[in-house]
């Protein structure tokens, strides 16, 4: 499938920290199929410390989305079932000796966009939280 034209992927997740390297692996699997190799470092951070927030801080399953946009853009999202908003980023200073916290701030230094949405399907409360790469 060429660059030019859209596609998306989901993949459902169990309430499992395994799901992090699976989520990472098939991450890596899609963007090389489709010729974007160049993303696939960055993306595998960003996705990576979506996934784990997800699976991390929450209870239920969750989910990882890549979607890509022509002419260039790859929008990675993570969603879960719980419908608390992310925490804000914190900043990288006075982190260094913590192993929590620095995910989304990560994720907004690496990433052109990103944000999160409330989730309501079927019955059930959640929240989506994505970010974007530009590839041109």
């Not at 034209?5 to 991450?27: G, K, M, N, Q």
């Not at 608390?84 to 200073?93: G, I, L, N, V």
Request: hydrophobic share 40%.
């Amino acid at each position: 499938m060429p660059e030019n034209e859209p596609w998306e992927y989901s993949l459902y997740i169990p309430h499992d920290l395994r799901a992090v390297t699976v989520s990472r692996r098939t991450l890596r699997l899609i963007l090389t199929m489709h010729g974007l190799i160049r993303l696939v470092d960055v993306a595998e951070l960003l996705a990576t410390e979506l996934v784990s927030n997800a699976v991390r801080h929450t209870k239920g399953p969750a989910g990882l989305r890549v979607r890509w946009s022509p002419p260039g853009a790859l929008r990675i999202g993570a969603w879960d079932a719980d419908p608390q908003p992310p925490e804000p980023p914190r900043p990288f200073e006075g982190q260094a000796e913590s192993e929590d916290g620095r995910g989304l701030a990560l994720v907004r230094a690496c990433a052109d966009v990103w944000g999160w949405q409330p989730l309501t399907r079927h019955g059930s409360h959640g929240k989506y939280v994505w970010c974007e790469l530009s590839a041109v």
